[in-house]
């Protein structure tokens, strides 16, 4: 594997952070979930900041938490991101620069589930699906972030509905290849 850090993104719900600790243990990195460290930073979780200052509170908060992950960390690590990611082009262009980008790509089906499932047990849905026809707001979402996540992944992973140690074990098996790939370019 190269040295860059190592991130995972996708929409919500695609089990980016069970995929982050997987990887984490079979590879000794570090894991560090992008929406706990920008708890950590804020004090507030990304849920709270966008209710507070809206989607620009909590990307201001985001692109932070990457920034100090990503540029300030000298010791690789892998990093789960929240699911609006592909909202916030500051954060992006961070993680792009420092990180091997993979992107989990999920179905829409498959995570309108889950989505409604959480909000069951939450009790409300997510302030971005409230307002409307729940099912058409993320799949507008849906549409547009799965464009920006498959424009920035250098990995595309396609999770369809396998197992996270499935998904781990093409992502090992990917980044390996990657290593290979950079090797070969120096060489």
Known sequence: MSNRHIVIMGMKH?????????????????????????????????????????????QRWETKACEALARDRIRRCIIATGGGLADNADALAVL?????????????????ARVMASAERDGRLPRFLQGGDPEALFREFFSR???????????????????????????????????????????
């Open 14 to 58: 695609t089990g980016k952070s069970t995929l982050g600790d997987l990887l984490s243990r079979r590879t000794g990195l570090p894991c560090f979930d992008a929406d706990s460290y920008m708890a950590e930073l804020s004090g507030k979780t990304a849920r709270e900041l966008y209710d507070e200052g809206g989607a620009s509170l909590m």
């Open 96 to 112: 792009k620069e420092h990180a091997i980008c993979i992107y989990i790509d999920t179905p829409f089906d498959v995570l309108f």
């Open 145 to 187: 972030r799965s464009r920006t996540y498959a424009t920035m992944a250098d990995i595309t992973i396609d999770a369809g509905t396998r197992s996270p140690m499935d998904l781990a074990e093409e992502i090992l098996g990917k980044l390996s290849n990657e290593q290979r790939t950079d090797l070969h370019r120096r060489g």
